[in-house]
C-alpha cells in the first residue's frame, strides 16, 4: 500500500507488494524491491537500493549524503540486501569517490534504533546493532557480529565475524573474529562462547577458538610470533583460518 500524502519520485522503483507510510519521500534513483516496507516520515534518497522483504521502520534518513567534506556530489550507493530490520531514527550514508563508492549492508541484520553508518561501511549478515551503536567511515562489520548499546567505531576499524561488544565500548582498532570486547577504549575479554554455542559451533571447535584466543592473547608472543602459532592450529581446527586470515589483512592493529 502506498499512502496518498507520501511523495515518491516518478523515476523511483518500487517492487510488488512494497508499503510506504504516511509522509514518507522516496527520491528519484531510488529502487526498492518486493515486499519491502518504509514507515511513516522516513526520507529515502541518493543512489540507494533496498532488497526485498526489509521492514524499516518510522523516521529514517537512508541515502543521503555522506558526512564528508571530501564529498563533491559524485553518483555514490547505499546498499541494502533483503530481510533487515531497521528500527527508528537510523542514519545510513552514501559512499564516497575516495573509497569503493558505496555503502553496504547485507542480509537478516537487526538494526535497533539511532544506528548511524557513516559512508562506505561494510556490514555483513545476521548482525545485531543496538540501540546508537554508531560506525566512522570505512568500517567493516562482520557475519553474526553484535554491538552493544552505544557501541562508537573509530573510522578504518574491522569487527571480525562473530564479535560481541559490551555497552558503551569504544573501539580505535580491529576486533579479530569470535572475540567478545568492552571498555573505553575496547580491550578483548575472551572468545563468544555462548554466541558460538548457539550457532551450532562443536565443542572440539570452541576448545580449538579457545586455545587460538590464548596463543594471540595469553601467551606473551609478538604479533608476528602469534601468527605463526595460529596458522598451525588453523591445520587442525578450520574456525581458526578465519582468525588467521583477519590478523593478516589489519591495518590498525587489534585491541589489546
Known amino acids: 500500500m502506498i499512502h496518498p500524502s507520501a511523495i515518491i519520485h516518478p523515476g ?11 509522509y514518507a519521500v522516496i527520491g528519484e534513483h531510488v529502487v526498492i524491491g518486493d515486499g519491502t516496507t518504509v514507515g511513516a516520515h522516513t526520507i529515502i534518497n541518493g543512489h540507494t537500493l533496498i532488497g526485498r522483504d526489509n521492514h524499516i521502520f518510522q523516521f529514517n534518513s537512508l541515502g543521503e549524503i555522506p558526512q564528508d567534506k571530501k564529498y563533491a556530489g559524485e553518483p555514490t550507493r547505499l546498499e541494502i540486501g533483503d530481510r533487515n530490520t531497521i528500527r527508528e531514527f537510523c542514519t545510513f550514508n552514501l559512499g564516497t569517490a575516495q573509497d569503493t563508492g558505496v555503502t553496504r549492508v547485507g542480509n537478516d541484520n537487526w538494526i535497533m534504533a539511532y544506528v548511524h553508518l557513516a559512508h562506505d561501511c561494510h556490514v555483513g549478515n545476521h548482525t545485531i546493532f543496538a540501540n546508537n551503536a554508531s560506525l566512522a567511515g570505512h568500517v567493516t562489520v562482520g557475519d553474526h557480529a553484535i554491538l552493544g548499546g552505544f557501541t562508537g567505531v573509530h573510522q578504518f576499524c574491522k569487527i571480525g565475524a562473530h564479535v560481541m561488544t559490551g555497552i558503551s565500548s569504544v573501539v580505535f582498532k580491529d576486533i579479530p573474529p569470535y572475540i567478545m570486547a568492552a571498555g573505553q577504549p575496547a580491550a578483548p575479554y575472551g572468545i563468544n562462547v555462548e554466541g558460538l554455542r548457539r ?9 580449538g577458538l579457545k586455545r587460538a584466543y590464548k596463543t594471540l592473547y595469553r601467551e606473551g608472543l609478538t604479533f ?3 601468527q605463526e602459532r595460529l596458522a598451525e592450529q588453523a591445520q587442525g581446527v578450520a574456525e581458526v583460518r578465519l582468525l ?9 592493529g587489534i585491541i589489546r
Open 224 to 226: 608476528s610470533e602469534a
Open 244 to 252: 588467521v586470515d583477519f590478523l593478516g589483512q589489519t591495518d590498525r
Open 12 to 22: 523511483a522503483q518500487l517492487g510488488a507488494h512494497v508499503s510506504i507510510g504516511p
Open 199 to 207: 550457532r551450532g559451533f562443536s565443542p572440539e571447535s570452541l576448545a
